[in-house]
């Protein structure tokens, strides 16, 4: 037996990342294993650099910006609209800023429409830790306020139309945003590889933590309540008694390797949108209502947009999607004064469709596994931190929760060799 244990973690998404390197600073020997290439999960940048979305943080995700500060990448992520968040209605032509943060609104120019004495009282029902109804439901005697603010807000924060969209998993965003600071929209300032993703894995380097790509799990063997074997697609890896797991994977792979467990089962897609048009200035975050494009993120680099829950349009193809939303993008940029050239005609345009981009996030309490399915495996991944729809900010805690099921020194957990009861757990 090996005198010092190893951690393996699977899967090389933020929460992986994240795990990775709570085990490497409490001394842990970490092994990390990817599947793919390249790491980042569904927050990496594309082979060509290019984001697979319009990720952005808010001040209220502080474990999120914990752990870019502990891996030296906070300052490159900006505060993209410190004046409030710039809204473009495609239905009167209207642009107005409104804040996110309630503490925010005694500014009357930065309140969102329809906020009167009724619908704030709705909106503080909301935030309420109590019942679970669709949000549309709750918000339907407010339907300004509801289109203005809460309805991109539940589309954005939980990528669940409005209609079936939970409001108790909504109400723990609003509560988050109730504090000082929280309202802040913050994005990367050159993309999510150089600014998250990149750093992420130097400082995993320099933790001493291994990392092996195209390494994808195909079946775990267990015995006595504990994994001892790790199969991958062409070795496997015996585990010691001391040596432990941490599978940070999406619903549907843990699902393949613990047949067990129940996982979140249904799916909502998102629609990324990227085009090729360089822009001078800073970088720009507008929400668009009433479009199909709901965020525009400009950078010097290029032009992106989102759509999430993004049922029927990841139906359509993507040549027929450029020009509607190449045209709410040079609406938006004419109302707030964006400079550079904003021709008519569409430039180059790639289209990421993620079709299993995070759970639904409807009424009821999805499936919720434990945290550590056997005595040397715990779970990690943004679906499986309980309340908080499936977000980075969920990847990091979830990722710091998994790897403080390990947090003892490796020399105390003991376990048994004893395969005589082993047995494979399927792929």
Not at 25 to 38: F, I, K, S, Y
Not at 168 to 187: E, F, K, Q, T, Y
Request: glycine letters at 8%; one cysteine or more; proline letters at 9%.
């Amino acid at each position: 037996m090996n005198s010092k244990s190893t951690c393996h973690v699977i899967g090389a998404g933020v929460a992986g990342l994240v795990a990775a390197l709570r085990l490497a600073q409490r001394g842990r020997a970490v092994m990390l294993h990817e599947a793919t290439p390249v790491a980042g999960g569904r927050c990496r940048a594309l082979p060509d650099g290019t984001d697979n979305g319009t990720h952005a943080l808010m001040g209220a995700n502080r474990a999120a910006l914990r752990f870019l500060a502990d891996i030296g990448a906070r300052e490159a992520w900006v505060e993209a609209e410190p004046e409030g968040l710039p809204v473009f209605d495609m239905a009167d032509g209207s642009a107005r800023r409104i804040a996110a943060s309630p503490l925010a609104w005694r500014d009357p120019a930065k309140r969102p429409p329809g906020l009167s004495t009724a619908a704030f009282a709705t909106l503080l029902r909301l935030a309420l830790p109590i019942g679970d109804r669709p949000v549309a439901e709750v918000m339907a005697a407010h339907p300004a306020l509801y289109r203005a603010l809460i309805e991109p807000l539940t589309v954005a924060a939980l990528n669940t139309p409005g209609q079936e969209a939970s409001s108790a998993r909504l109400g723990v965003v609003l509560r988050r945003l109730g504090r000082p600071g929280a309202g802040a929209v913050l994005v990367a300032r050159e993309g999510l590889g150089p600014d998250l993703i990149a750093p992420a894995l130097h400082a995993l380097q320099q933790a001493g933590v291994t990392t092996r790509f195209g390494a994808r799990l195909r079946a775990m063997t267990e015995a006595e309540g504990r994994i001892i074997a790790l199969h991958f697609g062409d070795d496997s890896v015996a585990l010691e008694a001391r040596d432990q797991v941490v599978l940070a994977l999406p619903p549907w792979e843990v699902a393949r390797l613990i047949p067990k467990l129940r996982v979140p089962e249904r799916h909502a897609p998102i629609l990324n949108l990227h085009f090729a048009h360089q822009t001078a200035g800073p970088v720009r975050f507008i929400g668009v209502l009433g479009g199909l494009t709901q965020w525009i993120l400009v950078r010097p680099s290029g032009v992106s947009i989102t759509v999430s829950a993004a049922d029927a349009e990841v139906e359509e193809q993507a040549p027929d999607l450029a020009p509607r939303a190449w045209a709410e993008i040079r609406a938006a940029a004419k109302a707030f004064g964006l400079p550079g050239d904003w021709p008519q005609a569409p430039p180059a345009m790639r289209a990421v469709k993620e079709r299993r981009a995070t759970p639904r996030h409807a009424v009821g309490m999805p499936p919720q596994p434990p945290r550590q399915v056997y005595r040397n495996l715990a779970l990690a991944g943004d679906w499986t931190w309980p309340r908080l729809p499936a977000t980075i900010e969920a990847a990091v805690l979830s990722g710091e929760a998994a790897a403080g099921v390990f947090s003892s020194r490796a020399d105390s957990l003991g376990g048994s060799e004893n395969t005589t009861t082993s047995k494979a757990v399927p792929s």
